[in-house]
Nanobody, 124 residues
Framework: QVQVRESGGGLVQPGGSLRLSCAAS????????MGWFRQAPGKEREFVGV????????YNADSVKGRFTISRGSARNTVYLQMNSLKPEDTAVYFC?????????????????WGQGTQVTVSS
């Protein structure tokens, strides 16, 4: 079993920045990739980005390119989502997930383990 937990959400003004953290524990190993997704009220869960185990490879959704960056900590089981130039439409619950398919990491169903989510609200 793998446990995943997000932290760092909150309220931020438009144009501001926020960094989310995700810690994975349990039977996590180098076969796993970590993905970020988000879900706004009344909408489907949306892919944000994914990072390989090594941290050398990442890709993001077009909606956040140039504004959001995914990285890994020195401890491979920790990943971060740095969000800059935030917009009201970025308001959502953000989820971190662990899975094994990097190339199709944009598909939520490929992730076996999910965190509880952390709320991000962008509002003035």
């Amino acid at each position: 079993q793998v446990q995943v937990r997000e932290s760092g959400g909150g309220l931020v003004q438009p144009g501001g920045s926020l960094r989310l953290s995700c810690a994975a524990s349990g039977r996590i190993d180098s076969s796993y990739v970590m993905g970020w997704f988000r879900q706004a009220p009344g909408k489907e869960r949306e892919f944000v980005g994914v990072i390989s185990w090594s941290g050398d490879s990442t890709y993001n959704a077009d909606s956040v390119k140039g504004r959001f960056t995914i990285s890994r900590g020195s401890a491979r089981n920790t990943v971060y989502l740095q969000m800059n130039s935030l917009k009201p439409e970025d308001t959502a619950v953000y989820f971190c997930a662990a899975g094994r398919d990097y190339s199709r990491g944009y598909e939520a169903w490929r992730y076996a383990y999910w965190g509880q989510g952390t709320q991000v609200t962008v509002s003035s």
